[in-house]
């Protein structure tokens, strides 16, 4: 399955194929648990598979703006089709790939008055709720 992968130590996300399940999907997050969260992606639905003990993590990461910039989800993520028929995860299309590619965004560290250079990672931006 073809799937799209948001890490917060790369500035380019990883088009990965992958099996799919959860200890695959804890080894691409470098977790141990996971949730998974069906949101809007500039109005198409995606799953997002994120790290559910994200924010406990010291130094963690945005990496999901909604359409007003705003924070919505941190750590990494896996981006998966949306399958409402069965409710499992999917492969994403080379055009649903170029869909989330278009709002990917790279956020830099205010390191304003800090002599060290500002750290750069990923985001999606435009994730919303369905609904």
């Known amino acids: 399955m073809k799937v799209l992968v948001i890490d917060t130590e790369k500035t380019k996300p990883d088009i ?3 099996p799919g ?6 080894r691409l997050l470098k977790c141990s648990v996971i949730d998974i969260a069906t949101r809007t992606i500039a109005g198409k639905p995606y799953d997002l ?3 559910d003990e994200g924010l406990f993590r010291g ?5 999901a703006l909604d359409s007003k910039g705003k924070p919505q989800l941190v750590g990494n993520l896996v981006i998966c089709n949306f399958n409402e028929e069965t409710g499992e995860e999917a492969p994403l299309s080379d055009s649903d790939i ?3 590619l278009k709002n990917v965004v790279i956020l830099t560290e205010d390191t304003k008055g800090e002599d ?3 750290q750069m990672w990923l985001a999606v931006s435009n994730v919303d709720f369905i609904g």
């Open 98 to 100: 170029l869909h989330i």
């Open 16 to 18: 990965v194929d992958t």
């Open 49 to 51: 598979i994120i790290d």
């Open 21 to 26: 399940g959860l200890e695959e999907w804890c």
């Open 59 to 63: 130094g963690a990461k945005v990496t």
């Open 116 to 118: 060290r250079q500002p």
